[in-house]
């Protein structure tokens, strides 16, 4: 049994290995123009090995979208364990989260707004409902602050989850490692407090965002 275990760790190990070595090369070729080849080469093993992992390229594809939707899940669970905060808290929290798994995975999150597209509707399709259920669950938070009136309850919170998105979802287009673990903690409180900032402030008088 121990045996067997130890076979099981080192495939995961090489399946995550795999998993980076597509991101990689699927961000900085594309996926179309990435071989199976180059895979194999990028991982250093050889090509028919790499058929013992995976299928096809496109399951690599699937298993990249997948694996950051399935994270975004737990940061949703996270938060929703959280009772004793109030709504601006869980919101700060789940900017925090977002920003986090942004750096973390920013190579997987590239390519999955770059490829997007390229996934076949049917694999497509679970993906899409894991990434609705999140869009979601921003929203309710949102509206969670504008029933405690720190947002105004006449602007549209599709609008203002879409906004937030908007600010978060295109770190890997722009963020370069500062400063290590702590240098990623300040800019997730950072831009923790820049979205609850800019929401709070559409509450006054001034906010100019559209009603609905």
């Not at 180059?38 to 991982?43: G, I, R, S």
């Not at 770059?114 to 509206?143: D, H, K, T």
């Not at 770190?171 to 997730?188: E, F, N, S, V």
Request: glycine share 6%; proline share 3%.
């Amino acid at each position: 049994m121990p045996a067997r275990r130890s076979t099981g760790a080192r495939s995961a190990k090489r399946q995550r290995q795999i998993s980076d070595a597509a991101a990689k090369l699927f961000k900085a070729n594309g996926y179309v123009n990435t071989s199976m080849q180059d895979l194999a080469d990028e991982v250093g093993i050889l090509k028919p090995s790499l058929y013992y992992h995976i299928r096809s390229k496109e399951d690599l594809l699937y298993e990249i979208f997948a694996e950051i939707h399935e994270d975004v899940q737990r940061i949703m669970a996270e938060i929703d364990e959280q009772d004793d905060l109030d709504a601006s808290a869980k919101l700060r929290l789940w900017a925090r989260l977002h920003v986090q798994h942004a750096i973390t995975h920013r190579e997987k999150i590239a390519v999955f707004f770059q490829e997007v597209g390229s996934l076949s509707p049917e694999r497509m399709a679970p993906i899409m409902v894991m990434r609705q259920a999140y869009e979601r669950f921003v929203l309710s938070l949102i509206q969670g602050e504008q029933l405690s009136g720190k947002i105004d309850q006449s602007l549209d919170a599709k609008q203002l989850s879409l906004l937030a998105f908007g600010v978060l979802n295109w770190m890997h287009t722009w963020y370069q490692p500062r400063g290590g673990a702590a240098g990623d903690d300040k800019l997730a409180d950072l831009c923790a407090d820049f979205i609850l900032g800019g929401l709070h402030s559409v509450a006054s008088p001034g906010g100019k965002l559209s009603p609905r």
